[in-house]
Nanobody
Framework: QVQLVESGGGSVQSGGSLRLSCAVF????????MGWFRQAPGKEREGVAA???????SYADSVKGRFTISQDNAKNMLYLQMNSLKPEDTAMYYC???????????????????WGQGTQVTVSS
């Protein structure tokens, strides 16, 4: 049973930083992609950052240079370091995983089969 559990969300002021974590349980694929997605009220879920099992990454244009995705395979953890946060970054953030391999990961939500429950990020101006 694959389980993803996010943590690290919270409320910060514009310009602040947060680090999201995703603990992965029961996932033993050697080839995979993982990603961070977000969904604001009334908006569709969108890809933020992704990483593949070789460590190659992809980012949405809106977060390039501000967010960094990383993984610790020994600890089965996925991270998202978010710097220079803006009010438009406010959303529920989800981590996702899939055994399909896409170089750099995929930023397309429907390509992922496994999802966490989400963690809220709120950025005030």
């Amino acid at each position: 049973q694959v389980q993803l559990v996010e943590s690290g969300g919270g409320s910060v002021q514009s310009g602040g930083s947060l680090r999201l974590s995703c603990a992965v349980f029961g996932y033993s694929y050697t080839s995979y992609c993982m990603g961070w997605f977000r969904q604001a009220p009334g908006k569709e879920r969108e890809g933020v950052a992704a990483i593949d099992s070789d460590g190659s990454t992809s980012y949405a244009d809106s977060v390039k240079g501000r967010f960094t995705i990383s993984q610790d395979n020994a600890k089965n953890m996925l991270y998202l370091q978010m710097n220079s946060l803006k009010p438009e970054d406010t959303a529920m953030y989800y981590c996702a995983a899939d055994p399909a391999y896409y170089r750099g990961g995929s930023l397309i939500p429907y390509e992922y089969n496994y999802w966490g429950q989400g963690t809220q990020v709120t950025v005030s101006s």
